[in-house]
């Protein structure tokens, strides 16, 4: 009889402790880092936040305007398009415009149209922009929202969307928004040490919100800010009230991505597959291999030896444009690389996106941004938040041209409490700064759908 309760005992206990492991979120762990060009001295950081604002100089223009007028122009193949890189002869025509019609004085000023700031987080100045609403009618719930950049875009990718999100109030909350630049991005200050990955990106962000007093907010992101504000989730799942992306390619593979993958196209019923996910698909070799080895050749560069490509970038504005606006073309739609002049104005202006080169050129960002890459994939397809699940509720923006096609099958693998989906009907990478209204909207949605949740707990 004894030997039975203690069996019971044993049994019951290993089933508590199975129980209580189950229940228990997967959290990531993190440690607090030092990225500073000296070493820490305890207690000694600034915390304090102070206003910045974006300036230029005739040095530093005639600088540039030197730079451009020694470049030495390379005849492109004839009816390349934009399929050997970019295009030579449009390139002449961008740099003509870069040299002789954009108004970089003009574009600084806009770019200082809303609240910059700089505050120290481990050992670096990061900059953010920071915008409150002007009115909070009274019953009006203030939203904070983080919207992370990726590369090799800024946080001037979010300019077009900010107006849209700030409009008056609806369906009771209105937003307050903090657009950060990532560390060794735009002005955010470079780390001087190795290691500095997305998963220390999201736990000073996480810091930054904290500083800013924000208890709980919003996040949203896309290219690796679609990782950074993941992480986010990952380090306090109960701090971020929901987590909006336009993009989420599968982590780690598993069984069911490897069997949807196989099978899809021909049991698409099984795996909730929709006309649009076979179109967007398959076929496999050429949707899922072909194309992605086409336009990744700069991440196995970035992720092995960022420095040596990223030195010569530092130092030619043109070269820089060229390696920058290649991207905005075909990862924008991948048929723009038949196009003559890569289809750059088609959904840019050219005032944008040279703004955003301008912003890579005047903080001298272009090497530590390509670091990022070396940092995150040192470790493969191992990193610990590559297998640890999201729990906090998951809004997704599917735009049909992006770079990888993520079905809702595989999104749900992830993040485990997607409360929305939309299927976008026209837009790519650059998503914010392509389809601005698109993706206010969505946002919009997605946090009344989180709202009108919490409200009916």
Known sequence: ???????????????????TKWRKPNVLKTEDGWWGVTDQLEGQEDTTIRPFQLSTSDAELEDLHRRMDQTRPVASLHDSQFNYGFNSEHLQEVVSYWRNGFDWRKQVEKI?????????????DVHYVHVKPQEVPEGTKVVPLIAVHGWPGSFYEFYGLIPLLMQPPRDGFVFELVCPSIPGYGFSEAPHRKGFDSVCAARIFHKLMRRLGFSHFYAHGGDWGWLVTTNMAQLEPRTVTGLHLNFAPPSKPGLLFTLSVLLGQYFPKLFSFTPEDLELLYPAVEKQL????????????QATKPDTVGRA??????GLAAYILEKFS??????????QDGGLTRKFSLDDLLTNVMIYWTSGC???SMRFYKENFKQGLNQPHAT???VVPTGFACFPSELMHTPELWVRQKYKRLVSFTRMPRGGHFAAMEEPQLMAEDINQFVQIVESQIKAK
Request: net charge negative.
């Open 330 to 339: 075909t990862w924008t739609n991948k048929d723009f690389r038949n196009l």
């Open 290 to 301: 072909v194309e992605p080895l086409l336009e990744t050749g700069y991440l196995h560069i």
């Open 388 to 390: 640890i699940p999201v």
């Open 112 to 124: 200082n149209q809303y609240p910059h700031f700089k505050t120290t987080i481990e050992g670096l």
């Open 1 to 19: 009889m004894l030997l039975e309760v203690l069996l019971a005992a044993i049994v019951g206990a290993l089933l508590l402790l199975l129980l």
């Open 313 to 318: 970038l530092n130092d030619s504005p043109v």
């Open 366 to 368: 272009i090497v530590p």
